[in-house]
């Protein structure tokens, strides 16, 4: 188990407690101050949203309730990982080891981008008041 940021840019408290690299729970400040679980984030259709009293009070609650449901959590974040090439823009299978090594020499490189068109960004307009 791991608490990380729900996003790469997000600052504050660690919001979002992982098992195996899956989050499956997360905590929100809602407007009035307040924190709120979110448990079984990975899972849209089952999730469901517990009050809590304070942030650490959300975060403790949310590592045992991840400690109890542990076996289920690991198996559910095994298949998520399974199938994150499924739902990846534009992907029809997982990509072997050998697709991902490159064997383009330096020079068939540097033909290939000669061929390729150069576009000139146009320049910015100003606009005159």
């Known amino acids: ?3 990380r940021h729900v996003h790469i840019n997000a600052d504050g408290p660690l ?9 499956v729970v997360r905590l ?6 307040s924190w709120v679980a979110t448990l079984d984030y990975h899972l ?4 469901r949203t517990r009050p809590c009293t304070t942030y650490e009070a959300g975060c403790r609650g949310a590592e045992l309730w991840a400690e109890r449901h542990m076996e289920r959590l690991q198996r ?3 298949e998520q ?3 994150r090439w499924v739902f990846l823009p534009g992907a029809r299978e997982p990509a072997s080891a050998a697709s991902l ?15 390729m068109p150069i576009s000139v ?4 307009v100003r606009r005159r008041k």
């Not at 929100?28 to 101050?33: I, L």
């Not at 960004?121 to 910015?124: G, L, V």
């Open 1 to 3: 188990m791991k608490w």
């Open 15 to 23: 919001t979002v407690l992982e098992v195996d690299g899956v989050g």
């Open 28 to 33: 929100d400040k809602t407007v009035s101050g």
């Open 44 to 47: 849209p259709e089952r999730r």
């Open 76 to 78: 559910e974040a095994a």
């Open 81 to 83: 990982r399974e199938q």
């Open 101 to 115: 090594q490159n064997t383009e020499t330096w020079e068939e490189r540097e033909a290939r981008m000669r061929e």
């Open 121 to 124: 960004p146009r320049r910015a």
